[in-house]
């Protein structure tokens, strides 16, 4: 990107700093890739002498670049890798598909394919793609990823199928495909998506030791062709914690965009397939807590190493018992003086919590990743069918209580486990603040966010999850200059007229590097 010449002035009547709960009627100067200056209009006639561009945004939001603390690139990459079936409807189509993209893909490549719908496929003989392709991979997923239509060698080579195609099942497949001659291009497409829903920092999970691809963050960092900040984190997947791996990517990415803070992982999975770990038993199986026990102890051992050598582990809870278990871990880590984590170790999800265990979280300076987006998937009455099956009673008060984290100090941040979802921050107003499904129904307000506070959630706390705060976050003098632009003032419309606005405007490092004024 190419340095900004001249002063930038931005005029709104929605400018949100993200330093309190107030938006004001305000002008942002930027001068280079800093802010110069913030304040009431009133006080912008310097700047606009000064201007060598001015935007009169009218009432559209003005604020901190987003940050999505909770991202995979090798997930997006498989939206569009490979052979497109997504106009495919048998068989014999989709092996003439693949055979197109073999005849341009690397020679030793296996074949890839994205968009397949099983449901609008016709099957004339199961074993075609073994016929074809006796000894290459070959892996075709559905949208969501959930599904794949797959041939015996790559069963074989990558160790899962369709009954297993989650992406911690994939790691032998990402280690291959993250090294296509491709990849460097799909990451500039990943940063313009980005770009385009106004984030400008992201927290970036990627398994083991990245399978090199930490080698092209390096060479996008040095060809000044990074439009996002990237905190990277190792999620041990292949193999256990690597920390001599951490340490060495701790040293080499100190640049202005790419860094390394630590490492990530699962506990627990989902209250509906029962595999969420539950402090009292699950009404649908009495007695139950958890149906897959999770590795504890293999994850305090890791957690504790991690906290030793510096470094923060974020721990993926989405039951109340895998949170309380969590809490109590953390609990046991390095503190500063305040008795606050030194390391700033989180919780990702907390789908299901209690609140004795958030008031806990908070008095350590914990870090919640909150999906605010969530609900976006669901149907009302189907998620509080599922409730009263799983959980009965009135347990459900308790589902995504993002209000009790905020008022027990927790730093609540925003997360998309993209590409689970995309982020919106719109979209996570009208669910994260409206407590509200896919269909307009609601559920459980009482535990939501103001708007305000899903800004800072969005902008000054996913920053702070990224050790950012002296610099990025807020809108203030002498910080780096990013910045998003909604389409209207989300503090004076409804809900309905909020889901709907997009991102017009979207700076990083003082430059402009998506616009659709």
Not at 250 to 276: E, Y
Not at 318 to 341: M, P, S, Y
Request: hydrophobic letters at 35%; aromatic letters at 10%; proline letters at 4%.
């Amino acid at each position: 990107m190419k340095e900004r010449q001249g002063c930038l002035l931005l005029l709104s009547d929605c400018v949100f700093p993200s330093t309190n709960l107030k938006p004001i009627k305000g002008f942002v100067a930027i001068e280079g890739n800093r802010i110069a200056a913030v304040g009431p209009k009133s006080e912008c006639g310097p700047w606009k002498n000064k201007a060598s561009q001015l935007l009169d945004l009218g009432d559209r939001l003005v604020c901190p670049g987003f940050t999505d603390v909770h991202t995979f690139f090798s997930g997006w990459a498989l939206l569009s890798l490979g052979a497109d079936f997504s106009e495919v409807y048998s068989d014999a189509e989709g092996v003439t598909a693949l055979k197109k993209f073999e005849r341009e893909a690397p020679k030793e490549s296996a074949l890839f394919g994205h968009g397949w719908k099983p449901d609008h496929f016709k099957v004339t003989d199961p074993y075609l793609l073994d016929r074809v392709w006796p000894d290459k991979p070959v892996v075709v997923f559905t949208s969501d990823r959930g599904n794949c239509w797959i041939n015996a060698a790559a069963r074989r080579c990558y160790g899962f199928g369709p009954e297993k195609c989650y992406a911690e099942m994939t790691w032998k497949m990402i280690r291959e495909y993250l090294q296509l001659p491709c990849m460097k291009d799909k990451y500039k497409e990943y940063m313009a998506m980005l770009n385009a829903r106004g984030v400008t920092t992201i927290k970036e999970m990627s398994f083991d030791n990245y399978y090199g691809f930490t080698n092209v963050m390096d060479q996008l960092e040095k060809e000044d062709a990074l439009t996002l900040r990237v905190s990277m984190m190792s999620q041990p997947v292949g193999e256990g914690i690597n920390i001599e791996y951490g340490k060495t990517m701790k040293k080499r990415f100190q640049g202005p965009f790419v860094s390394f803070s630590g490492f990530n992982r699962m506990t627990d999975r989902s209250v509906p397939s029962s595999m969420a770990e539950l402090i009292e038993p699950y009404k649908s199986h009495p007695g139950c807590i958890n149906t897959v026990p999770v590795e504890w102890e293999l994850i305090e051992q890791e957690t504790h190493l991690a906290d030793e050598n510096g470094f923060r582990y974020s721990l993926h809870c989405q039951g109340d018992g895998a949170i309380r278990h969590t809490v109590n871990l953390f609990d046991t880590c390095q503190k500063d003086e305040r008795g606050r984590l030194k390391n700033r170790h989180a919780i990702t999800d907390l789908e299901y919590s209690n609140p004795t265990d958030l008031e806990k979280f908070g008095r350590m300076g914990g870090i919640a990743e909150v999906y605010a987006q969530i609900q976006s998937l669901d149907n009302r009455n189907d998620v509080l069918d599922m409730i009263d099956r799983q959980l009965g009673g009135d347990r459900g008060v308790n589902y995504w209580n993002r209000r009790k984290m905020w008022d027990s100090g927790v730093v609540v941040s925003c997360g998309t486990d993209l590409p689970l979802l995309l982020p919106s921050v719109p979209e996570s107003i009208w669910c994260g603040c409206g407590g509200r499904f896919a269909d307009g129904g609601a559920y459980n307000r009482q535990n939501m966010l103001s708007i305000a506070e899903m800004l800072i959630a969005w902008t000054r706390n996913g920053q702070y999850n990224c050790y950012n705060e002296d610099r990025l976050g807020t809108l203030e003098p002498g910080k780096l200059a990013d910045i998003a632009v909604l389409s209207g003032n989300v503090f004076r419309r409804s809900e309905e007229e909020i889901r709907n606005f997009k991102v017009d405007l979207t700076i990083s490092d003082g430059r402009i590097v998506y616009e659709a004024l």
